[in-house]
């Protein structure tokens, strides 16, 4: 099983700010099978990003990723408010899926 | 659109049993893999189980190997988890989740059906 591991735990910042959230797994990814996802409180996960850097259809262009191998990165460029909330990286690149344990972003 | 629909959560005893039910509609229920993922309370997503879609193969996360089931009726277009020998850590809110076509990420989510491990 692959795990996976996000860091930090919580990031605070103001809305405007960059936010740099980082996930590394416990060995290489194959194919940067690698996702990440929103979640609000009280809502269902929302993707974001699949293939380690491709936006989902409607994700607005200040959200990225980049990485490969074990070393991936979900960046903000800058905040809006309604991007405070818990993103969480995903790999499918075996059968067996993980998640990590996500990272919060609040406000400062 | 796409809608999946979580069914046949509550609160059971320890050791107790029961099956959550999902139903798909607006796409080829057929043609997807489908997947269970879990939220304790106050806690990240863990995934749980899938299946393949013809459900010839299944694949099951280490602590629930062995208690619970992960099935599906195509011809219903319906998706199931058998949860045997619960324990109070399994309580959490399942969701249903579709993958993708082309790969093993996931792009709908049901809403969520919380069950209650206490006694």
């Known amino acids: 099983e692959i795990v996976l591991t996000q860091s930090p735990g919580t990031l605070s910042l103001s809305p405007g700010e960059r936010a740099t959230l980082s996930c590394r797994a416990s060995?290489?990814?194959?194919?940067?099978?690698l996702a990440w996802y929103q979640q609000k409180p009280g809502q269902a996960p929302r993707l974001l990003i699949y293939?380690?850097?491709n936006r989902a259809t409607g994700i607005p262009d200040r959200f990225s990723g980049s990485g490969s191998g074990t070393d991936f990165t979900l960046t903000i460029s800058r905040l809006e408010p309604e991007d405070f909330a818990v993103y969480y990286c995903?790999?499918?690149?075996?059968?067996?899926?993980?998640f990590g344990p996500g990272t919060k972003v609040d406000i400062k | 659109e796409v809608q999946l629909v979580e069914s046949g959560g509550g609160l059971v005893q320890p050791g107790g049993s029961l099956r959550l039910s999902c139903a798909a509609s607006?796409?080829?229920?057929?043609?997807?893999?489908m997947t269970w993922v879990r939220q304790a309370p106050g806690k990240g997503l863990e995934w749980v189980a899938n299946?393949?879609?013809?459900?010839?193969?299944?694949y099951y996360v280490d602590s629930v190997k062995g208690r619970f089931t992960i099935s599906r009726d195509n011809a219903k277009n319906s998706l199931y988890l058998q949860t045997n020998s619960l324990r109070a850590e399994d309580t959490a809110v399942y969701y249903c989740?579709?993958?993708?076509?082309?790969?093993?990420?996931?792009?709908?989510w049901g809403q969520g059906s919380l069950v209650t491990v206490s006694s």
């Open positions: 989740v579709r993958e993708t076509l082309s790969s093993g990420y996931f792009d709908y």
């Open positions: 607006g796409f080829t229920f057929s043609s997807y893999w």
């Open positions: 299946i393949k879609k013809d459900g010839s193969v299944k």
């Open positions: 060995q290489s990814v194959s194919s940067s099978y």
């Open positions: 293939g380690a850097s």
């Open positions: 995903q790999q499918y690149g075996s059968a067996v899926r993980t």
